[in-house]
C-alpha cells in the first residue's frame, strides 16, 4: 500500500515585529564647521574613505558629524550618574542622522600619556607579562633568597615551602609585580628615572654678582630676600660669582636650612617689618620646589635646573626588589620587558615547554592570550618596540597604531570606527599591514569610516567620499561620490587623478647627481646611541634632502637627537653631545625645527596674531580719526588685554555652559557673536566700510582682496605669505591650537620666507601629514622657495612624493631597532631605488615608474 503523500506544512507566519537592517548612515543637513548642508548616505559595513585637500570639511564630517553623533548616543543610554564622569561630545549641527551606530574614534593626535605609561601598559600585554611571572615564576624565598621550582600554589593561593631553608611564604601575585602600585620602586616613584638638581645650571653667569641675580633659581623660584640671608652667612653679594671663595660657594649651593632673624622691606608697599626666614640654599630651592610639583606645566618650568638619570635601584626596570624576584628561563620581568616585540614573539610561545606538566595548561592559556595583541603591533609594523618603552616618547603615529591594534583586539560587533589619517607615520613597507586590519575590524562585523590621503589606503576602500571643491569656504560639499572606479571618472573629482595613476606630484626641478654638492655639504659623524651604530653622514648646502626609512630605523635619532642638537652647539661654541663626534656647521648660523606641534595652547592665539597681522592692523586702526578722537591707542584694539575686548567672553569670542550631566557646551559670545570685541569697534572703520572685528571673521585672502587698495604694505605682504603656503581659507581669527598639524607646520614658516636664508638649516619632521597631493605640491613649492634663498632643508619623510622630488636621499635601516640604526644607501631618489638592500628603495621605484 503506498502511503499517501503528506500535506505541506503551512508557511511559517511572519514575525510580528519584522526587520531589516539599515544598509546606510543618513546624514541630513550637516552643517559641523564648513559643511554646507550636506546630504549624504554612508554604506555600512564597509570600508568608507573620505578623501579632500586639507580644510575641505573631511574631519567635519567623519568625526564632528558621524563620530560626534555615534558616541553621544550610545552615552545617552546610559545613567546620569555614569555620564556625569565621562568626557561627552557636544550635539552635532546636523539636522538628523539615521542608523549610526555607537562609535569609536582614532584620532589624529593621540594624547600624550602620562609618566607612568610604557608600551607594555598600553597595549596591556604586561597585564599578560606581569600574570605569567606571577603564576609561572620561579619565585625568591624572602628568607634566604633561594629561587624555589615553579608551582601551582600561586594560583591556588597557598603559601610556597622553600626548600632550602624550611620557610613558608606566599610568592607575589600579579598586583604586586606591578610598577603603578605594589611593585613600584620606591627610590623612583615606578617611573625608572631620578630627577637631581644640575649645579651647572644654577649660576649661567658667574660674572653676575648674586645682587645682580647670579643664583638663578633664587630669581626664578625664591625669594630674593635669600641674598641677604647668605650675606649675613659671610657670602658677598657684591662681587662677580666667579670671585667668591670655595666656602662661600659651599655657602650659595649647600648652606644650613637655619633659621635668620631679618628685617625686610616690602618692594611694593615699602614697609619694612621683621621676620624668621629659614635660609634655603640653591640646591634645596630646586629640590623644595619639585617637591610641590603637580603637573607637567610645573615640572617644565624647572626642568632647566634637573638632569634625569636611571634610577640607581632600579637600573630603569620601575619594579622594587621582590617584584624583579620571579624568573622564567633566567629572566626577571624587568629583564623580559626590555624585549622587543619581535623578540617577545619568538621567546613566549617557549615559555610552557619550562614548565612542570601540570602547569602547561595555565602556561598555554596565558601565552595563548598574549598571542593575537603581539602579532598585530607586529602587523602594524611595530615589532621592533619593547614593552618599557614609555609611551611619551612613542611618536603621534606609533601611538595611534597603539590604539588600533587594541580595538582590533576587543572582536567588537556592530561598531562604527572613525579612523582618523591611521597613515600617519606609517611606512610604505606597514600599509599592507594597516589594510589587513581594518579588514579584520570589517570582517567582525564592524564599520570602518576613514579620513585620508594615502592613495594606497584610498583605493583599498569600498566606497569613497571626497569634500571639496577647496578649503575653508570653498569646500563643504560632496563633489565626487562612490566606489573608487566611479570617484576616478567623475569629473569634479581632485583625488580621481592621483588614484588612477594618471597624474603624479611632480613639481620641483631636482639637481642633477654630480651637481647636488656643488654649495657644500654639513658633515656629522656620530658614535653609537640608543639602536643606532656609529655614522658618518653628508648633507648637501642648498637642497632638499630626504631621510627615509622604516619606523624605528633611527631616522629621529639621526636628524631630531645628533644632527639638530649638534649644529646648535657647534654654532653656539658649546661643547657637542657625548655622542656626536665631529660636526661641520661651515657658514650655517640658525637651524630651525619645524615640527608638527600645535601653535599656542588655547583660543587666544589666533592666526592673525601669529603672523603678525592682528598688530599692523590694530596700528592702522588707531590712526583711523574716529580712533584719535575717542583716544584709542593701537593698545586698546587688543582683544586680549585691550579696553575694546568684549567684557562677557574676555576676548575669547565663546562662553562655556555648564549643563549640568550633559556636556558643557561651548557657544559664541551673545553680545559679540563670536566677534571677541565690544559693540564700540564695529563703529571704527577703516578705509570707510571696514571693523577690526569683521576682518577678524574674513579668510586670509578675503582680507587681502578687501585691503588690497590701501596703504598697508606690511599687512599685505604677510596675507600673500600666507596665501602663498596654501593657507588662505583660514580665517584670521581662527584659534591656531585647532590646525592640524601641516597646517601648523607651514604657519610657521610664514615670517622665514622673504628672508635670506644662506646661513639656514631648515628640518621638517613629517610635513605632508595631513595633507592631500595637491597640497604636497603647495608645500614643495614653499620648500622651494626656501632654497631659492639659500637654505638647506632637511625632511624626515615617508610620502613617497615628497622622497621622489628630493635631490638627496638618506636611507636608515633596513629594518627597525637593532635590525637598522645604520645608512643603507644615501644618494639621488634613482640611485637609492636601485639599492637592493634598501626597503624604501622598493616603493621609490614604483613611484618612479
Same mark, same amino acid.
Given at each position: 500500500?503506498?502511503?499517501?503523500?503528506?500535506?505541506?506544512?503551512?508557511?511559517?507566519?511572519?514575525? =510580528?515585529?519584522?526587520?531589516?537592517?539599515?544598509?546606510?548612515?543618513?546624514?541630513?543637513?550637516?552643517?559641523?564647521?564648513?559643511?554646507?548642508?550636506?546630504?549624504?548616505?554612508?554604506?555600512?559595513?564597509?570600508?568608507?574613505?573620505?578623501?579632500?585637500?586639507?580644510?575641505?570639511?573631511?574631519?567635519?564630517?567623519?568625526?564632528?558629524?558621524?563620530?560626534?553623533?555615534?558616541?553621544?548616543?550610545?552615552?545617552?543610554?546610559?545613567?546620569?550618574?555614569?555620564?556625569?564622569?565621562?568626557?561627552?561630545?557636544?550635539?552635532?549641527?546636523?539636522?538628523?542622522?539615521?542608523?549610526?551606530?555607537?562609535?569609536?574614534?582614532?584620532?589624529?593626535?593621540?594624547?600624550?600619556?602620562?609618566?607612568?605609561?610604557?608600551?607594555?601598559?598600553?597595549?596591556?600585554?604586561?597585564?599578560?607579562?606581569?600574570?605569567?611571572?606571577?603564576?609561572?615564576?620561579?619565585?625568591?624565598?624572602?628568607?634566604?633568597?633561594?629561587?624555589?621550582?615553579?608551582?601551582?600554589?600561586?594560583?591556588?593561593?597557598?603559601?610556597?615551602?622553600?626548600?632550602?631553608?624550611?620557610?613558608?611564604?606566599?610568592?607575589?601575585?600579579?598586583?604586586?609585580?606591578?610598577?603603578?602600585?605594589?611593585?613600584?620602586?620606591?627610590?623612583?616613584?615606578?617611573?625608572?628615572?631620578?630627577?637631581?638638581?644640575?649645579?651647572?645650571?644654577?649660576?649661567?653667569?658667574?660674572?653676575?654678582?648674586?645682587?645682580?641675580?647670579?643664583?638663578?633659581?633664587?630669581?626664578?623660584?625664591?625669594?630674593?630676600?635669600? /641674598?641677604?640671608?647668605?650675606?649675613?652667612?659671610?657670602? /658677598?653679594?657684591?662681587?662677580?660669582?666667579?670671585?667668591?671663595?670655595?666656602?662661600?660657594?659651599?655657602?650659595?649651593?649647600? *648652606?644650613?636650612?637655619?633659621?635668620?632673624?631679618?628685617?625686610?622691606?616690602?618692594?611694593?608697599?615699602?614697609?619694612?617689618?621683621?621676620?624668621?626666614?629659614?635660609?634655603?640654599?640653591?640646591?634645596?630651592?630646586?629640590?623644595?620646589?619639585?617637591?610641590?610639583?603637580?603637573?607637567?606645566?610645573?615640572?617644565?618650568?624647572?626642568?632647566?635646573?634637573?638632569?634625569?638619570?636611571?634610577?640607581?635601584?632600579?637600573?630603569?626596570?620601575?619594579?622594587?626588589?621582590?617584584?624583579?624576584?620571579?624568573?622564567?628561563?633566567?629572566?626577571?620581568?624587568?629583564?623580559?620587558? /626590555?624585549?622587543?616585540?619581535? %623578540?617577545?614573539?619568538?621567546?613566549?610561545?617557549?615559555?610552557?615547554?619550562?614548565?612542570?606538566? =601540570?602547569?602547561?595548561?595555565?602556561?598555554?592559556?596565558?601565552?595563548?592570550?598574549?598571542?593575537?595583541?603581539?602579532?598585530?603591533?607586529?602587523?602594524?609594523?611595530?615589532?621592533?618596540?619593547?614593552?618599557?618603552?614609555?609611551?611619551?616618547?612613542?611618536?603621534?603615529?606609533?601611538?595611534?597604531?597603539?590604539?588600533?591594534?587594541?580595538?582590533?583586539?576587543?572582536?567588537?560587533?556592530?561598531?562604527?570606527?572613525?579612523?582618523?589619517?591611521?597613515?600617519?607615520?606609517?611606512?610604505?613597507? $606597514?600599509? %599592507?599591514?594597516?589594510?589587513?586590519?581594518?579588514?579584520?575590524?570589517?570582517?567582525?562585523?564592524?564599520?570602518?569610516?576613514?579620513?585620508?590621503?594615502?592613495?594606497?589606503?584610498?583605493?583599498?576602500?569600498?566606497?569613497?567620499?571626497?569634500?571639496?571643491?577647496?578649503?575653508?569656504?570653498?569646500?563643504?560639499?560632496?563633489?565626487?561620490?562612490?566606489?573608487?572606479?566611479?570617484?576616478?571618472?567623475?569629473?569634479?573629482?581632485?583625488?580621481?587623478?592621483?588614484?588612477?595613476?594618471?597624474?603624479?606630484?611632480?613639481?620641483?626641478?631636482?639637481?642633477? =647627481?654630480?651637481?647636488?654638492?656643488?654649495?657644500?655639504?654639513?658633515?656629522?659623524?656620530?658614535?653609537?646611541?640608543?639602536?643606532?651604530?656609529?655614522?658618518?653622514?653628508?648633507?648637501?648646502?642648498?637642497?632638499?634632502?630626504?631621510?627615509?626609512?622604516?619606523?624605528?630605523?633611527?631616522?629621529?635619532?639621526?636628524?631630531?637627537?645628533?644632527?639638530?642638537?649638534?649644529?646648535?652647539?657647534?654654532?653656539?661654541?658649546? =661643547?657637542?653631545? *657625548?655622542?656626536?663626534?665631529?660636526?661641520?656647521?661651515?657658514?650655517?648660523?640658525?637651524?630651525?625645527?619645524?615640527?608638527?606641534?600645535?601653535?599656542?595652547?588655547?583660543?587666544?592665539?589666533?592666526?592673525?596674531?601669529?603672523?603678525?597681522?592682528?598688530?599692523?592692523?590694530?596700528?592702522?586702526?588707531?590712526?583711523?580719526?574716529?580712533?584719535?578722537?575717542?583716544?584709542?591707542?593701537?593698545?586698546?584694539?587688543?582683544? $586680549?588685554?585691550?579696553?575694546?575686548?568684549?567684557?562677557?567672553?574676555?576676548?575669547?569670542?565663546?562662553?562655556?555652559?555648564?549643563?549640568?550631566?550633559?556636556?558643557?557646551?561651548?557657544?559664541?559670545?551673545?553680545?559679540?557673536?563670536?566677534?571677541?570685541?565690544?559693540?564700540?569697534?564695529?563703529?571704527?572703520?577703516?578705509?570707510?566700510?571696514?571693523?577690526?572685528?569683521?576682518?577678524?571673521?574674513?579668510?586670509?585672502?578675503?582680507?587681502?582682496?578687501?585691503?588690497?587698495?590701501?596703504?598697508?604694505?606690511?599687512?599685505?605682504?604677510?596675507?600673500?605669505?600666507?596665501?602663498?603656503?596654501?593657507?588662505?581659507?583660514?580665517?584670521?581669527?581662527?584659534?591656531?591650537?585647532?590646525?592640524?598639524?601641516?597646517?601648523?607646520?607651514?604657519?610657521?614658516?610664514?615670517?622665514?620666507?622673504?628672508?635670506?636664508?644662506?646661513?639656514?638649516?631648515?628640518?621638517?619632521?613629517?610635513?605632508?601629514?595631513?595633507?592631500?597631493?595637491?597640497?604636497?605640491?603647495?608645500?614643495?613649492?614653499?620648500?622651494?622657495?626656501?632654497?631659492?634663498?639659500?637654505?638647506?632643508?632637511?625632511?624626515?619623510?615617508?610620502?613617497?612624493?615628497?622622497?621622489?622630488?628630493?635631490?638627496?636621499?638618506?636611507?636608515?635601516?633596513?629594518?627597525?631597532?637593532?635590525?637598522?640604526?645604520?645608512?643603507?644607501?644615501?644618494?639621488?631618489?634613482?640611485?637609492?631605488?636601485?639599492?637592493?638592500?634598501?626597503?624604501?628603495?622598493?616603493?621609490?621605484?614604483?613611484?618612479?615608474?
Amino acid at each position: 500500500m503506498v502511503a499517501p503523500t503528506p500535506t505541506p506544512a503551512p508557511p511559517a507566519p511572519a514575525p =510580528a515585529h519584522a526587520y531589516t537592517a539599515p544598509t546606510h548612515i543618513e546624514v541630513r543637513g550637516a552643517r559641523v564647521h564648513n559643511l554646507k548642508n550636506i546630504n549624504v548616505d554612508i554604506p555600512l559595513g564597509c570600508l568608507v574613505g573620505i578623501a579632500g585637500v586639507s580644510g575641505s570639511g573631511k574631519s567635519s564630517l567623519a568625526l564632528g558629524t558621524l563620530y560626534a553623533e555615534g558616541s553621544r548616543r550610545y552615552l545617552d543610554a546610559l545613567s546620569t550618574y555614569t555620564r556625569r564622569r565621562i568626557g561627552q561630545v557636544g550635539r552635532a549641527t546636523v539636522d538628523e542622522v539615521r542608523h549610526v551606530p555607537a562609535a569609536l574614534a582614532l584620532r589624529q593626535r593621540p594624547g600624550i600619556p602620562g609618566v607612568h605609561s610604557t608600551l607594555g601598559t598600553s597595549t596591556e600585554l604586561l597585564n599578560y607579562l606581569r600574570l605569567m611571572f606571577s603564576r609561572l615564576g620561579s619565585h625568591q624565598c624572602p628568607h634566604c633568597g633561594t629561587h624555589v621550582p615553579p608551582s601551582m600554589d600561586v594560583a591556588l593561593m597557598r603559601p610556597t615551602t622553600c626548600p632550602s631553608c624550611g620557610q613558608e611564604f606566599y610568592g607575589p601575585g600579579a598586583e604586586d609585580l606591578a610598577f603603578n602600585s605594589a611593585g613600584a620602586c620606591t627610590t623612583c616613584g615606578g617611573t625608572g628615572i631620578v630627577r637631581t638638581v644640575d649645579e651647572s645650571t644654577l649660576v649661567p653667569d658667574e660674572s653676575l654678582s648674586i645682587e645682580e641675580g647670579a643664583v638663578a633659581s633664587w630669581q626664578q623660584l625664591m625669594w630674593k630676600l635669600m /641674598r641677604d640671608i647668605a650675606r649675613e652667612m659671610g657670602v /658677598r653679594t657684591d662681587v662677580p660669582f666667579r670671585d667668591l671663595t670655595p666656602e662661600e660657594r659651599e655657602i650659595v649651593f649647600h *648652606g644650613p636650612a637655619e633659621k635668620h632673624h631679618m628685617f625686610y622691606q616690602s618692594s611694593k608697599t615699602g614697609d619694612v617689618g621683621e621676620m624668621d626666614f629659614t635660609y634655603f640654599n640653591a640646591v634645596y630651592t630646586v629640590e623644595n620646589a619639585l617637591s610641590k610639583v603637580k603637573d607637567e606645566k610645573g615640572l617644565a618650568r624647572l626642568a632647566k635646573f634637573l638632569k634625569e638619570d636611571v634610577c640607581p635601584d632600579c637600573h630603569g626596570t620601575r619594579l622594587n626588589a621582590r617584584a624583579r624576584g620571579p624568573v622564567i628561563d633566567g629572566m626577571n620581568l624587568g629583564e623580559a620587558t /626590555r624585549m622587543t616585540l619581535d %623578540e617577545l614573539a619568538a621567546w613566549v610561545p617557549g615559555v610552557p615547554a619550562l614548565m612542570p606538566e =601540570a602547569m602547561r595548561p595555565m602556561a598555554q592559556s596565558i601565552v595563548a592570550e598574549m598571542a593575537e595583541p603581539i602579532e598585530r603591533l607586529k602587523q602594524l609594523g611595530l615589532g621592533y618596540l619593547s614593552l618599557d618603552r614609555a609611551s611619551s616618547t612613542l611618536s603621534t603615529g606609533e601611538r595611534q597604531r597603539v590604539q588600533l591594534a587594541r580595538a582590533v583586539r576587543n572582536r567588537t560587533c556592530g561598531v562604527l570606527y572613525v579612523l582618523d589619517e591611521p597613515s600617519i607615520g606609517l611606512h610604505p613597507s $606597514n600599509v %599592507e599591514g594597516l589594510l589587513g586590519v581594518m579588514d579584520d575590524l570589517l570582517a567582525d562585523g564592524n564599520s570602518v569610516v576613514l579620513v585620508d590621503h594615502d592613495v594606497r589606503v584610498l583605493r583599498h576602500a569600498d566606497h569613497l567620499v571626497e569634500i571639496g571643491p577647496g578649503s575653508g569656504t570653498a569646500g563643504g560639499s560632496v563633489i565626487a561620490q562612490g566606489s573608487v572606479e566611479e570617484v576616478e571618472q567623475s569629473s569634479s573629482t581632485r583625488i580621481g587623478p592621483f588614484l588612477s595613476g594618471v597624474r603624479r606630484v611632480r613639481v620641483r626641478e631636482r639637481a642633477a =647627481a654630480d651637481e647636488v654638492f656643488a654649495r657644500g655639504a654639513v658633515r656629522l659623524e656620530t658614535g653609537a646611541i640608543h639602536t643606532v651604530k656609529p655614522l658618518a653622514v653628508e648633507v648637501p648646502r642648498g637642497r632638499l634632502t630626504a631621510v627615509t626609512g622604516v619606523s624605528g630605523s633611527g631616522k629621529t635619532t639621526l636628524v631630531l637627537e645628533s644632527l639638530i642638537p649638534g649644529l646648535r652647539a657647534a654654532i653656539a661654541g658649546e =661643547a657637542l653631545p *657625548g655622542h656626536v663626534r665631529s660636526v661641520d656647521p661651515g657658514d650655517l648660523r640658525r637651524v630651525h625645527l619645524i615640527d608638527a606641534t600645535p601653535i599656542g595652547a588655547n583660543v587666544r592665539s589666533t592666526v592673525a596674531t601669529y603672523s603678525g597681522v592682528l598688530d599692523d592692523l590694530r596700528r592702522a586702526f588707531a590712526k583711523t580719526p574716529a580712533a584719535r578722537e575717542r583716544g584709542l591707542k593701537a593698545g586698546a584694539f587688543s582683544y $586680549n588685554t585691550g579696553s575694546l575686548r568684549c567684557p562677557t567672553c574676555d576676548g575669547t569670542g565663546q562662553i562655556s555652559l555648564d549643563v549640568q550631566f550633559l556636556p558643557d557646551v561651548d557657544i559664541p559670545c551673545p553680545d559679540c557673536q563670536g566677534g571677541r570685541y565690544r559693540r564700540e569697534a564695529l563703529d571704527i572703520k577703516l578705509a570707510g566700510d571696514l571693523s577690526l572685528p569683521e576682518l577678524m571673521s574674513y579668510t586670509v585672502d578675503q582680507a587681502r582682496e578687501v585691503l588690497v587698495g590701501l596703504t598697508l604694505k606690511s599687512v599685505l605682504g604677510k596675507l600673500q605669505t600666507l596665501s602663498d603656503l596654501g593657507l588662505g581659507y583660514l580665517t584670521l581669527g581662527e584659534a591656531t591650537p585647532a590646525l592640524s598639524g601641516g597646517e601648523a607646520q607651514r604657519l610657521k614658516l610664514a615670517s622665514e620666507l622673504t628672508r635670506d636664508q644662506a646661513d639656514a638649516l631648515f628640518v621638517f619632521d613629517e610635513p605632508t601629514i595631513g595633507l592631500h597631493p595637491l597640497d604636497v605640491e603647495v608645500l614643495l613649492g614653499v620648500l622651494e622657495r626656501l632654497i631659492a634663498n639659500g637654505a638647506t632643508v632637511v625632511v624626515i619623510e615617508h610620502d613617497l612624493d615628497m622622497i621622489a622630488n628630493a635631490d638627496w636621499v638618506i636611507d636608515m635601516g633596513p629594518g627597525g631597532g637593532d635590525a637598522g640604526g645604520r645608512v643603507v644607501c644615501a644618494g639621488t631618489p634613482e640611485q637609492v631605488a636601485a639599492c637592493a638592500e634598501s626597503v624604501t628603495g622598493r616603493y621609490i621605484a614604483e613611484e618612479l615608474a
